[in-house]
């Protein structure tokens, strides 16, 4: 009995294996050859035919018919907006006008809803992820290469020669080419052209009153500080944390193609963008931190700065007498517009690095936009809207100022006057929506628009005549992003020391740090640009 | 029938062999060489859902469900990536308790309630097997469904093995039935039937844990997925354990080290100190000293981890700070905190204790509140001190009460106090070698990278592994001592 | 009776009065210091920093935070309301489910208590979580994905049966089972009265989840209507800092946000109602024993 139930378990398991077995070890192509042998006869005459379809099928992009196509409006359609920031407190009132007027014309509603400010990035990402948002607000700085190329946005160029050929003609091939990724259009940028171009911002009445130089170069910034610390040594210079980019600075120097820092510590002049050269293994690198640790120890800044966190108004509340990161024509504006409030004896000047280094332009289109989401309900109408929203002055004006006579007024210069803080200036935080026709102009965009004339001139003399060479480019980090990290989180950890100048031996500490970052394998990261890079300088002809 | 089912070989029932075999069987044809999946009409099917031929030359014509999961990957079919993870868990749960059904079998151990376990152990091992294969027949007709035609076909095992289990489930079933009668014992619906109300309390939690914990479990998939808008977090493409690499380049090791050292010094230090000032405000005579103090020791917990940063700044920074006044005004020199990594897991660690003290406190004082006033007297009259009372009645008598708090946070002890790090220590790379755990590290590399879903839940997943192991030996060593002090 | 005190006694009263003193004020001194940083001008704790008392005594931080008092009090009022119907309710299931998994007769208790502890270990992060309250169940925007989340927590679950083992011995409940007892019965009339620490305890650390909350409105809010304290001040106060570390074109409306002393401010507003109902509940848990406590 036992023999007899041993044999016949051992059968039943060796015929069951048997008719699963076997299958597991042959290559699927084998069988793929043999299909394709004996069906290849029978596909000469299917592949005439499919080259005709896709001969049919390309046609050139961009050029529109010129007519918008009429729209089917029988449904109404309940858009959602996503804007960034905080929603103003007379958000319901502003949106009931704008959905009449857009029932009224498309039979559409839109509602803002806001990401707040706290953990904004998060949310953004969230909200794309999960979809149930139509437009979007999107801005090279929020994310949008990667977001675009990942197929976050619907391709625009269909939807704009079907439904808004004209503001196609209004923005202009120019802008929209900038806002492309990998070729394709993901967002409509704002009719707006606007300086954001970094630079320094100081204290000009103590310049003034010590005869010290205009911080126009990287020695006579040395000599400008070292003589209000002369002068005055209680006075805190520089108000530094670790979140900042104190690399900035050496724009000056060097006539680099962006402001931010070029990534992997590469160098390219904007004159010569396909010359791609080194810069944290070179010697420039060293004596520049060395002149970073010079002005640290000079007491510049803090010692402790590496933790701290940033003052927001250090200028003003007398912390600092500079800034040198982030600082652009708006932000200083703004500033000056507040010392004449609270400190009128205190003066303020701006410096963009590209006075001196002759690199200047005006932010990349892709600075502020409006795409829409591969969750689109309707993605045709939503078109639609953004061209409403940015072209149609009456809607633009709503959602730019809120309602006129209530929120504001113009007054008799045409200038826009607050009326009610419910309302502020840009409330629905819609810069996406900014039209230079339609401009609410207030008291310091006069100041600002001088400024931007200032630049444009300068602007006109660069090899690409006011063109933002950098900002359109996306990289795509995917194949080395293991890489990626690890050199993130070295130059976290070894370079922002470094910057603020508190290691105590230069030579050594650069010397560890170019080490970590070759183990990080900062090589592999610098091939996958500089060929992204160059590919993209010869799609758009910089040469 | 029954009687032959009974009947003894090998010094085991007859029917608790036969299923053992089936168990025996279920294993055998689930392993790797045996495919559960055929790949069918390979020449219309590449093409369609995109296996150029080149791709084909990695991809086999049969699958188990081990590596089905390859086939995902380099055929690039993300969209049935969840369903093949899915197949890859219940088999691994079917192994286990097939295994478990067989060691039972094999060890043939008499306990109190007879054979009742092991028939228990039985029908779970068959009811695994028989959801494995239906899932796997599920499968076949989704992943057909989502390529438009019939790719995959299910192979004849996975038939046979369902006809098989259902048969020995039968066999056990029935054996079970006589075993139960024997020994009064209940299933689980005449279990029901008895503590219905029982059941019925635990109605909500269900609910709860469902909604809030289980459904949203499926997301650990997304830590083998490379994440992209156009797929969807559904459908992106698979890509093994290369999520996981991130973490390695990190120096995981080091990562590890500060997370459990900060951890184990947390966990231990902290009850400690919350013990000893339990019992110093429960035995202070002064009620409004006691309920003042006690206040007071809890205001810490409002202060947030942003705030304290701050204050902390200002105590500690090298120019005005507080610390440096009072250190060179006694003639020293000033310390450089932010820029010396030694001072700062003692900072770290004090700052923690500071903050969660008389929260953790509140547990103590309640516990001690519950001991019987009675017991005191008692050792009163026999003539104990205060210190003696304590350490004989009030210390074991919190044994419970610690052992439990002590064996809970081992499961988080991969996990770190996220603010407390990342405000405290800012952004200075300077103190990363000895401040950075897992979290932050996670945190900044997931920051620059908009797309990192895969990375964040890989790492997670990490953490909960590691967790889950030391949790559950810690566990099951304690239940072998003091089966009341333990978790589960 | 005059309880003659012995000499042991004076030595542990010395230490614990010296340990908890010097406890107390390590605590409560940086909270002191935030109380005073409210109510000094911002100007001059960015340039002197912080101190015990208050200098250049002036409201403006608390000003802000009550600028528009509506929104604050409907902060408030939505923080009081998930405050109290997440206790209430969570202690409820809390102790029911504690409860049963304390029952010796409950035979799946281990693997009833495994599956809640396991939720701890595993997750499968925020985005699923997320996904399930704002898609699956469509609720995103209304309260309940603000107030469900907090109800239960594994710790404190594992802390009520703690609780309950420890005060009700078994013999007790046996023989209320052998005069014919339910389980409802032993639950109300046996269990609850016994667990005053430990009721209070854990609805004292429920309450506080729910007060100090800000990350649910975060993500499920539409409206300002449901948003939690925690959050409107966060948000007030990441409006600024945000604004000004974001690259985009001039935005006039920038008020004059006196962002230092105002997170201090949002501190003392936070805690401020807590400290107010804290002694309540400290009575269950701080209580001499010394003195003749009896078990009720």
Same mark, same amino acid.
């Given at each position: 009995?036992?023999?007899?139930?041993?044999?016949?378990?051992?059968?039943?398991?060796?015929?069951?294996?048997?008719?699963?077995?076997?299958?597991?070890?042959?290559?699927?192509?084998?069988?793929?050859?043999?299909?394709?042998?004996?069906?290849?006869?029978?596909?000469?005459?299917?592949?005439?035919?499919?080259?005709?379809? %896709?001969?049919?099928?390309?046609?050139?992009?961009?050029?529109?018919?010129?007519?918008?196509?009429?729209?089917?409006?029988?449904?109404?359609?309940?858009?959602?907006?996503?804007?960034?920031?905080?929603?103003?407190?007379?958000?319901?009132?502003?949106?009931?006008?704008?959905?009449?007027?857009?029932?009224?014309?498309?039979?559409?509603?839109?509602?803002?809803?806001?990401?707040?400010?706290?953990?904004?990035?998060?949310?953004?990402?969230?909200?794309?992820?999960?979809?149930?948002?139509?437009?979007?607000?999107?801005?090279?700085?929020?994310?949008?290469?990667?977001?675009?190329?990942?197929?976050?946005?619907?391709?625009?160029?269909?939807?704009?020669?079907?439904?808004?050929?004209?503001?196609?003609?209004?923005?202009?091939?120019?802008?929209?080419?900038?806002?492309?990724?990998?070729?394709?259009?993901?967002?409509?940028?704002?009719?707006?052209?606007?300086?954001?171009?970094?630079?320094?911002?100081?204290?000009?009445?103590?310049?003034?009153?010590?005869?010290?130089?205009?911080?126009?170069?990287?020695?006579?910034?040395?000599?400008?500080?070292?003589?209000?610390?002369?002068?005055?040594?209680?006075?805190?210079?520089?108000?530094?944390?670790?979140?900042?980019?104190?690399?900035?600075?050496?724009?000056?120097?060097?006539?680099?193609?962006?402001?931010?820092?070029?990534?992997?510590?590469?160098?390219?002049?904007?004159?010569?963008?396909?010359?791609?050269?080194?810069?944290?293994?070179?010697?420039?690198?060293?004596?520049?931190?060395?002149?970073?640790?010079?002005?640290?120890?000079?007491?510049?800044?803090?010692?402790?700065?590496?933790?701290?966190?940033?003052?927001?108004?250090?200028?003003?509340?007398?912390?600092?007498?500079?800034?040198?990161?982030?600082?652009?024509?708006?932000?200083?504006?703004?500033?000056?517009?507040?010392?004449?409030?609270?400190?009128?004896?205190?003066?303020?000047?701006?410096?963009?690095?590209?006075?001196?280094?002759?690199?200047?332009?005006?932010?990349?289109?892709?600075?502020?936009?409006?795409?829409?989401?591969?969750?689109?309900?309707?993605?045709?109408?939503?078109?639609?809207?953004?061209?409403?929203?940015?072209?149609?002055?009456?809607?633009?004006?709503?959602?730019?100022?809120?309602?006129?006579?209530?929120?504001?007024?113009?007054?008799?210069?045409?200038?826009?006057?607050?009326?009610?803080?419910?309302?502020?200036?840009?409330?629905?935080?819609?810069?996406?929506?900014?039209?230079?026709?339609?401009?609410?102009?207030?008291?310091? %965009?006069?100041?600002?628009?001088?400024?931007?004339?200032?630049?444009?001139?300068?602007?006109?003399?660069?090899?690409?005549?006011?063109?933002?060479?950098?900002?359109?480019?996306?990289?795509?980090?995917?194949?080395?992003?293991?890489?990626?990290?690890?050199?993130?989180?070295?130059?976290?950890?070894?370079?922002?020391?470094?910057?603020?100048?508190?290691?105590?031996?230069?030579?050594?500490?650069?010397?560890?740090?170019?080490?970590?970052?070759?183990?990080?394998?900062?090589?592999?990261?610098?091939?996958?640009?500089?060929?992204?890079?160059?590919?993209?300088?010869?799609?758009?002809?910089?040469? | 029938?029954?009687?032959?089912?009974?009947?003894?070989?090998?010094?085991?029932?007859?029917?608790?062999?036969?299923?053992?075999?089936?168990?025996?069987?279920?294993?055998? =044809?689930?392993?790797?060489?045996?495919?559960?999946?055929?790949?069918?009409?390979?020449?219309?099917?590449?093409?369609?859902?995109?296996? *150029?031929?080149?791709?084909?030359?990695?991809?086999?014509?049969?699958?188990?469900?081990?590596?089905?999961?390859?086939?995902?990957?380099?055929?690039?079919?993300?969209?049935?990536?969840?369903?093949?993870?899915?197949?890859?868990?219940?088999?691994?749960?079917?192994?286990?308790?097939?295994?478990?059904?067989?060691?039972?079998?094999?060890?043939?151990?008499?306990?109190?309630?007879?054979?009742?376990?092991?028939?228990?152990?039985?029908?779970?091992?068959?009811?695994?097997?028989?959801?494995?294969?239906?899932?796997?027949?599920?499968?076949?007709?989704?992943?057909? *469904?989502?390529?438009?035609?019939?790719?995959?076909?299910?192979?004849?095992?996975?038939?046979?093995?369902?006809?098989?289990?259902?048969?020995?489930?039968?066999?056990?079933?029935?054996?079970?039935?006589?075993?139960?009668?024997?020994?009064?014992?209940?299933?689980?619906?005449?279990?029901?039937?008895?503590?219905?109300?029982?059941?019925?309390? =635990?109605?909500?939690?269900?609910?709860?844990?469902?909604?809030?914990?289980?459904?949203?479990?499926?997301?650990?998939?997304?830590?083998?997925?490379?994440?992209?808008?156009?797929?969807?977090?559904?459908? *992106?493409?698979?890509?093994?354990?290369?999520?996981?690499?991130?973490?390695?380049?990190?120096?995981?090791?080091?990562?590890?080290?500060?997370?459990?050292?900060?951890?184990?010094?947390?966990?231990?230090?902290?009850?400690?100190?919350?013990?000893?000032?339990?019992?110093?405000?429960?035995?202070?005579?002064?009620?409004?000293?006691?309920?003042?103090?006690?206040?007071?020791?809890?205001?810490?917990?409002?202060?947030?981890?942003?705030?304290?940063?701050?204050?902390?700044?200002?105590?500690?920074?090298?120019?005005?700070? =507080?610390?440096?006044?009072?250190?060179?005004?006694?003639?020293?020199?000033?310390?450089?905190?932010?820029?010396?990594?030694?001072?700062?897991?003692?900072?770290?660690?004090?700052?923690?204790?500071?903050?969660?003290?008389?929260?953790?406190?509140?547990?103590? =004082?309640?516990?001690?509140?519950?001991?019987?006033?009675?017991?005191?007297?008692?050792?009163?009259?026999?003539?104990?001190?205060?210190?003696?009372?304590?350490?004989?009645?009030?210390?074991?008598?919190?044994?419970?009460?610690?052992?439990?708090?002590?064996?809970?946070?081992?499961?988080?002890?991969?996990?770190?106090?996220?603010?407390?790090?990342?405000?405290?220590?800012?952004?200075?790379?300077?103190?990363?070698?000895?401040?950075?755990?897992?979290?932050?590290?996670?945190?900044?590399?997931?920051?620059?990278?908009?797309? *990192?879903?895969?990375?964040?839940?890989?790492?997670?997943?990490?953490?909960?592994?590691?967790?889950?192991?030391?949790?559950?030996?810690?566990?099951?060593?304690?239940?072998?001592?003091?089966?009341?002090?333990?978790?589960? | 009776?005059?309880?003659?005190?012995?000499?042991?006694?004076?030595?542990?009263?010395?230490?614990?009065?010296?340990?908890?003193?010097?406890?107390?004020?390590?605590?409560?001194?940086?909270?002191?210091?935030?109380?005073?940083?409210?109510?000094?001008?911002?100007?001059?704790?960015?340039?002197?920093?912080?101190?015990?008392?208050?200098?250049?005594?002036?409201?403006?931080?608390?000003?802000?935070?009550?600028?528009?008092?509506?929104?604050?009090?409907?902060?408030?009022?939505?923080?009081?309301?998930?405050?109290?119907?997440?206790?209430?309710?969570?202690?409820?299931?809390?102790?029911?489910?504690?409860?049963?998994?304390?029952?010796?007769?409950?035979?799946?208790?281990?693997?009833?208590?495994?599956?809640?502890?396991?939720?701890?270990?595993?997750?499968?992060?925020?985005?699923?979580?997320?996904?399930?309250?704002?898609?699956?169940?469509?609720?995103?925007?209304?309260?309940?994905?603000?107030?469900?989340?907090?109800?239960?927590?594994?710790?404190?679950?594992?802390?009520?049966?703690?609780?309950?083992?420890?005060?009700?011995?078994?013999?007790?409940?046996?023989?209320?089972?052998?005069?014919?007892?339910?389980?409802?019965?032993?639950?109300?009339?046996?269990?609850?009265?016994?667990?005053?620490?430990?009721?209070?305890?854990?609805?004292?650390?429920?309450?506080?989840?729910?007060?100090?909350?800000?990350?649910?409105?975060?993500?499920?809010?539409?409206?300002?209507?449901?948003?939690?304290?925690?959050?409107?001040?966060?948000?007030?106060?990441?409006?600024?800092?945000?604004?000004?570390?974001?690259?985009?074109?001039?935005?006039?409306?920038?008020?004059?946000?006196?962002?230092?002393?105002?997170?201090?401010?949002?501190?003392?507003?936070?805690?401020?109602?807590?400290?107010?109902?804290?002694?309540?509940?400290?009575?269950?848990?701080?209580?001499?024993?010394?003195?003749?406590?009896?078990?009720?």
């Amino acid at each position: 009995m036992k023999k007899k139930l041993l044999s016949l378990l051992l059968a039943t398991a060796m015929t069951a294996s048997l008719a699963g077995c076997g299958g597991g070890g042959k290559s699927a192509a084998d069988a793929m050859d043999e299909a394709q042998e004996s069906a290849a006869s029978g596909q000469e005459g299917q592949a005439d035919q499919t080259q005709q379809e %896709s001969q049919a099928k390309t046609e050139p992009a961009g050029e529109g018919n010129g007519e918008a196509k009429e729209l089917d409006t029988s449904e109404r359609v309940d858009l959602v907006v996503y804007q960034l920031g905080d929603a103003p407190a007379d958000e319901a009132k502003v949106e009931e006008k704008i959905n009449e007027i857009l029932l009224e014309k498309l039979n559409v509603t839109v509602d803002f809803q806001f990401t707040t400010w706290v953990d904004w990035q998060q949310k953004y990402s969230l909200q794309l992820t999960t979809g149930g948002v139509d437009l979007v607000y999107t801005a090279n700085w929020s994310e949008y290469g990667k977001l675009a190329s990942s197929g976050a946005f619907l391709p625009l160029d269909d939807l704009l020669n079907t439904v808004s050929p004209e503001m196609r003609k209004t923005l202009g091939e120019d802008a929209l080419n900038q806002c492309r990724v990998n070729g394709e259009l993901y967002t409509i940028p704002c009719n707006y052209l606007e300086y954001t171009c970094n630079g320094i911002l100081y204290r000009e009445d103590l310049r003034e009153k010590y005869d010290l130089p205009a911080p126009n170069t990287v020695e006579n910034i040395e000599a400008y500080l070292t003589g209000i610390k002369e002068n005055e040594p209680e006075q805190q210079l520089l108000d530094v944390s670790g979140q900042e980019n104190m690399g900035q600075v050496f724009n000056f120097k060097y006539p680099w193609v962006t402001f931010t820092g070029i990534p992997y510590g590469l160098s390219i002049n904007y004159d010569t963008p396909t010359e791609v050269e080194d810069y944290w293994f070179s010697d420039d690198f060293t004596d520049d931190m060395k002149t970073m640790k010079k002005w640290a120890d000079m007491g510049f800044w803090s010692r402790s700065a590496l933790s701290n966190t940033p003052q927001e108004e250090a200028l003003e509340n007398g912390l600092a007498v500079m800034y040198f990161s982030g600082y652009n024509p708006a932000k200083a504006v703004g500033v000056k517009a507040k010392l004449e409030e609270t400190h009128p004896d205190w003066k303020v000047e701006y410096i963009a690095f590209g006075e001196t280094n002759g690199v200047i332009f005006p932010a990349n289109r892709q600075t502020n936009g409006t795409a829409i989401s591969k969750d689109c309900k309707d993605p045709e109408r939503a078109m639609k809207v953004i061209e409403l929203l940015l072209m149609d002055e009456e809607l633009n004006h709503l959602a730019m100022g809120g309602i006129e006579g209530e929120h504001y007024e113009l007054d008799e210069n045409g200038i826009y006057q607050n009326l009610s803080d419910k309302f502020p200036y840009g409330g629905f935080n819609t810069w996406n929506l900014y039209n230079k026709d339609y401009w609410l102009s207030t008291e310091t %965009s006069a100041e600002l628009n001088e400024m931007f004339a200032k630049y444009e001139e300068l602007g006109a003399k660069t090899k690409f005549p006011n063109t933002d060479i950098f900002g359109g480019f996306t990289e795509d980090t995917s194949a080395y992003a293991t890489e990626y990290s690890a050199v993130q989180n070295v130059c976290d950890q070894y370079l922002k020391p470094l910057q603020i100048g508190t290691v105590d031996d230069v030579d050594a500490a650069v010397a560890q740090f170019r080490e970590k970052l070759k183990e990080a394998g900062i090589e592999a990261c610098r091939e996958g640009f500089k060929e992204q890079w160059l590919a993209y300088c010869e799609q758009y002809g910089y040469k | 029938m029954e009687e032959r089912l009974e009947r003894k070989i090998w010094g085991r029932k007859t029917g608790v062999v036969m299923t053992a075999a089936v168990s025996a069987i279920a294993f055998i =044809l689930s392993l790797p060489f045996v495919s559960w999946v055929k790949v069918v009409n390979i020449s219309s099917l590449f093409p369609k859902i995109g296996i *150029s031929r080149e791709a084909a030359a990695d991809l086999y014509q049969g699958y188990s469900i081990f590596n089905l999961l390859d086939f995902v990957q380099k055929g690039g079919q993300g969209k049935i990536g969840l369903y093949a993870m899915i197949l890859l868990m219940l088999l691994i749960a079917a192994w286990y308790f097939n295994l478990a059904y067989l060691w039972k079998a094999v060890r043939n151990k008499k306990r109190k309630d007879g054979d009742l376990g092991l028939y228990a152990a039985g029908r779970l091992a068959m009811l695994s097997v028989l959801l494995l294969a239906g899932a796997s027949v599920g499968f076949v007709a989704f992943s057909n *469904s989502r390529f438009g035609m019939k790719g995959f076909s299910a192979s004849p095992v996975i038939y046979l093995l369902s006809v098989l289990c259902i048969m020995a489930y039968a066999v056990i079933k029935r054996m079970e039935k006589k075993e139960r009668e024997l020994y009064h014992e209940h299933g689980l619906l005449k279990e029901i039937r008895k503590n219905w109300v029982l059941f019925l309390m =635990l109605v909500p939690t269900f609910v709860y844990f469902m909604i809030n914990s289980y459904l949203p479990m499926v997301g650990i998939y997304y830590a083998f997925t490379n994440f992209n808008f156009r797929d969807g977090l559904w459908a *992106s493409p698979f890509v093994g354990m290369k999520n996981f690499e991130f973490l390695l380049k990190g120096d995981l090791f080091r990562l590890t080290r500060n997370t459990v050292l900060y951890n184990v010094a947390f966990i231990l230090l902290g009850n400690v100190l919350q013990i000893i000032f339990a019992i110093l405000v429960s035995q202070v005579s002064k009620k409004w000293f006691q309920k003042t103090s006690q206040t007071l020791m809890f205001m810490p917990y409002f202060v947030s981890f942003v705030l304290l940063k701050v204050l902390v700044y200002n105590l500690f920074e090298y120019d005005y700070g =507080l610390v440096n006044n009072i250190v060179t005004s006694l003639g020293g020199d000033k310390i450089d905190f932010y820029n010396t990594p030694a001072y700062w897991p003692f900072l770290i660690v004090l700052f923690n204790l500071w903050k969660g003290i008389g929260y953790g406190m509140v547990v103590y =004082l309640a516990s001690i509140m519950g001991i019987d006033g009675e017991l005191y007297e008692a050792a009163k009259v026999d003539g104990a001190n205060v210190f003696h009372q304590i350490r004989y009645i009030t210390l074991p008598l919190l044994k419970p009460t610690f052992i439990i708090l002590l064996l809970y946070s081992l499961g988080g002890i991969m996990k770190g106090q996220f603010e407390l790090f990342y405000q405290m220590v800012g952004n200075n790379g300077v103190l990363y070698n000895v401040t950075d755990i897992i979290d932050t590290y996670v945190y900044r590399i997931t920051m620059t990278q908009p797309l *990192s879903i895969g990375l964040g839940t890989a790492a997670g997943l990490y953490q909960s592994v590691f967790g889950f192991v030391i949790v559950v030996v810690t566990n099951w060593l304690i239940k072998r001592k003091n089966p009341q002090y333990a978790l589960f | 009776m005059k309880v003659k005190i012995s000499k042991s006694m004076i030595v542990f009263q010395c230490i614990a009065y010296v340990l908890l003193a010097l406890g107390a004020v390590v605590c409560v001194a940086p909270f002191l210091i935030i109380l005073s940083g409210s109510l000094t001008d911002d100007a001059i704790i960015i340039k002197e920093g912080y101190s015990i008392l208050p200098r250049g005594f002036t409201l403006a931080a608390y000003e802000t935070i009550f600028k528009v008092p509506g929104e604050i009090l409907q902060a408030y009022k939505m923080t009081i309301f998930y405050t109290v119907v997440g206790t209430v309710l969570g202690l409820l299931m809390i102790t029911l489910t504690a409860y049963v998994i304390s029952r010796k007769e409950f035979k799946y208790r281990n693997q009833v208590s495994f599956l809640i502890y396991f939720t701890t270990l595993f997750g499968g992060g925020m985005i699923p979580w997320y996904l399930m309250y704002a898609n699956v169940l469509n609720l995103k925007g209304s309260t309940f994905p603000i107030w469900f989340p907090g109800l239960m927590s594994p710790f404190l679950i594992i802390l009520m049966r703690t609780f309950i083992s420890e005060s009700v011995p078994d013999a007790i409940t046996e023989s209320a089972k052998l005069d014919g007892a339910g389980h409802v019965t032993i639950f109300f009339r046996i269990i609850l009265p016994v667990l005053g620490p430990g009721l209070a305890t854990v609805g004292l650390f429920l309450a506080l989840g729910y007060w100090n909350d800000w990350y649910r409105s975060s993500m499920f809010s539409v409206s300002q209507d449901t948003w939690e304290l925690q959050f409107y001040l966060y948000n007030l106060l990441n409006a600024s800092s945000s604004m000004k570390q974001m690259a985009q074109s001039a935005n006039i409306a920038m008020t004059d946000i006196p962002t230092q002393s105002m997170k201090l401010a949002m501190a003392v507003v936070v805690t401020g109602p807590v400290l107010l109902f804290y002694p309540f509940v400290q009575r269950y848990f701080v209580s001499g024993i010394t003195v003749g406590a009896v078990k009720g």
